[in-house]
């Protein structure tokens, strides 16, 4: 079945007590026993697993064509979780360009762990090649990357990583693609992580992460003792939001990268934009490797315009449309000045405007940074 069919039916199942089509939100935190004290229906307590969570996790993994998933409280979570499935001394590879609260994760709060990271060009596979070390257990892919919008070689990393043995493995984030846009399990990733705030969720009202993985592995096994044992988990109510918001996922991830399209290819031609980000266009470095493994390009882009970060900072306060705010894949659209929203040590540009392009008409869009630009 092709992936509209699988976001509305997967994971969802006619409530056998009502035959309501929606699902309930399972709010009890305690699920009964029998009397010999076996759990007849397979729930016990709700940190363990919950209705809404089970039906979430079975979507997610059919979506990303993997053999299990986790929900997660956050994005964010799911960094903590893997993290901590490595051992103290192990050492990770990661995107000099990744989302920077991946190596908050990795600096702040493994400090005393500690892991050891290497931050390398991801694109560039033979500084990735030359950067492994014995003690490598996992290769960090985020493609597109958050904000410059890079593209990674994924079957060509899963490669990399096999080649060098079974004991590196390979997680892509796929936040700015998602599930339905690009398919990192298919290609060799063993594992992807999703913030589901963003794209998945879609609509800006509740934060979560996910973990799907190919195969049982270690790494996954251990980050289910952090969301079962440890507590990392969404509420049933954020399940179920983020469940509702999946039903349109494909057809909302369409529209905004057809949008983010005609958004690119105006700011091009822009007298005031530097360079644009974004790998729809043909002039991206990473344009072909995207278009052979993503079947569109995303809603997010990022552009430089020409200045300095006065200039930046003027053209977003001027938008009237786009909402000043960070995150991401929602219905508005939404603009920010990157290198302030990630703070002291950022390594954006400072003349850097990322957008999160959303579902209003691209020709509004377009009217807004029009008058943005203008000064
Ligand atoms: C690519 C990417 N990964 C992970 C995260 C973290 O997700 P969360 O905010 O849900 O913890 C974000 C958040 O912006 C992100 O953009």
């Not at 035959?19 to 026993?33: D, K, Q, W, Y």
């Not at 709060?109 to 060009?121: I, L, N, T």
């Not at 200039?311 to 000043?324: K, N, S």
Request: charged share 20%; glycine share 10%.
């Amino acid at each position: 079945m092709k992936i509209e069919t699988r976001a509305v039916h997967a994971g969802r199942h006619i409530d056998p007590a009502t035959g309501a089509v929606t699902p309930p939100i399972h709010l009890s935190t305690t699920f009964e026993r029998g009397p010999t004290g076996e759990y007849p229906l397979g729930y016990s307590y709700s940190r363990e697993n919950n209705p809404n969570r089970r039906a979430l996790e079975e979507c997610l993994a059919d979506l990303e064509g993997g053999k299990e998933a986790l929900a997660f409280s956050s994005g964010l979570a799911v960094v903590t979780a893997v993290v901590q499935g490595l051992q103290p001394g192990d050492h990770i590879l990661a995107p000099d360009d990744a989302y920077y609260g991946l190596r908050r994760v990795v600096g702040g709060v493994f400090e005393r762990w500690p892991v050891e990271a290497s931050y390398v060009d991801i694109t560039d596979l033979d500084a990735v090649a030359a950067a492994l070390r014995p003690n490598t257990r996992l290769i960090w892919v985020e493609t597109p990357s958050n904000p410059l919008l890079r593209i990674a070689d994924l079957a060509a990393l899963a490669r990399l990583a096999r080649a060098a043995g079974p004991h590196v493995m390979t997680i892509c984030d796929g936040t700015f693609a998602t599930p339905v846009l690009q398919r990192p399990l298919e290609v060799g990733i063993d594992l992807v992580t999703h913030s589901t705030t963003k794209y998945i969720g879609g609509h800006s009202d509740v934060i979560g992460g996910a973990l799907i993985t190919r195969h049982p592995n270690y790494l996954f096994e251990r980050a289910r003792l952090a969301q079962t044992y440890g507590g990392a988990v969404p509420s049933p109510f954020d399940c179920w939001l983020t469940l509702r918001g999946i039903g349109t996922l494909p057809y909302r991830v369409h529209a905004q990268s057809e949008n983010a399209m005609r958004v690119a290819r105006f700011l091009q031609r822009h007298p005031a934009v530097e360079v644009v980000h974004y790998p729809g266009l043909e002039e991206h470095p990473g344009h072909r490797i995207a278009a052979r493994q993503m079947s569109a390009f995303g809603g997010m882009l990022s552009f430089q315009v020409r200045g300095g970060v006065e200039t930046a900072m003027g053209a977003v306060a001027r938008c009237r449309l786009f909402t000043r705010a960070t995150s991401l894949g929602g219905a508005h659209s939404l603009v920010e000045h990157r290198a302030s929203v990630e703070g002291p040590g950022s390594k954006t540009p400072q003349n850097l405007i990322r957008l999160s392009i959303g579902l209003e008409h691209p020709d509004d869009l377009i009217e807004d940074l029009n008058q943005a630009l203008a000064g």
